[in-house]
């Protein structure tokens, strides 16, 4: 057990909808991360938090977004889903960005149909 | 582009015998390389990493191969195990610029009994 929650473990919902996946890092990291792990593309880095402020981003979709809260908790926000955002969407977190030992979640299966 | 090159995608070994993965890296940048092993179901974890300042780094029975004129690196298990069955994913990430790990594809490696 990596300390990192990922909530829901599972997700099914239609097209055209939009959906909120959520992460607690484990205690003490501030840096918050988001991977989507699909068949094709592989794990892929979606956009990164430290302490509540945007940090980077990487291959993420404008229909995708993020936040970091004040109890470093982190939501990913994927809205006007295709059959395309059917991926493992996974948490990962370090204690800053610097430290590149990253540990993560279980992950969320996101279907969408 | 794909900055991290993984092979093979799949790999069937016997137990008792060496697996061998291998990642070639494009930007001259990155100076951290995991190695993570992720089981079905599980995500990520961290296995064993490396820093271009070594040419070679060992716990038990992993071992990590570093060639920077090459920008290459590998990962050795040696007497692999039914238990190491999984999939594999090298990275890659600049440490100093706090950036997000960039993976490989992934390896499937199968130790047969």
């Known amino acids: 057990d990596s300390g990192v929650t990922q909530t829901p473990k599972h997700l099914i919902t239609a097209t055209g909808q939009r959906v909120t996946l959520r992460c607690s890092p484990r205690?003490?990291?501030?840096?918050v991360y988001w991977y989507q792990q699909s068949l094709d593309q592989g794990l892929q880095f979606l956009i990164q938090y430290y302490n509540g402020e945007e940090r980077a981003k990487g291959n993420i979709l404008e229909r995708f977004s993020a936040q970091q809260f004040p109890d470093l908790h982190s939501e990913l926000n994927l809205s006007s889903l295709e059959l395309g955002d059917s991926a493992l969407y996974f948490c990962?977190?370090?204690?800053?960005?610097?430290?590149?030992?990253?540990?993560f979640g279980p992950g969320t299966r996101l279907t969408v149909l | 582009q794909q900055q991290v090159k993984q092979s093979p995608q799949s790999l069937i070994v016997q137990k008792g015998g060496i697996s061998i993965i291998n990642c070639a890296y494009e930007n001259t940048a990155f100076d951290y390389f995991p190695w993570y092993q992720q089981f079905p179901g599980k995500g990520p974890a961290l296995l064993i990493a490396i820093r271009p300042d070594v040419s070679e780094k060992k716990e038990g029975r992993f071992t990590i191969s570093f060639n920077k004129s090459a920008k290459q690196f590998s990962l050795h298990i040696m007497d692999s195990q039914p238990g190491d069955s999984a999939t594999y994913f090298c990275?890659?990430?600049?440490?100093?610029?706090?950036?997000?790990?960039?993976f490989g594809k992934g390896t499937t490696l199968s130790v047969s009994s």
């Open positions: 990962a977190s370090s204690e800053s960005p610097g430290d590149t030992e990253q540990f």
């Open positions: 205690s003490g990291d501030l840096s």
């Open positions: 990275a890659a990430s600049e440490r100093q610029a706090g950036t997000a790990l960039i």
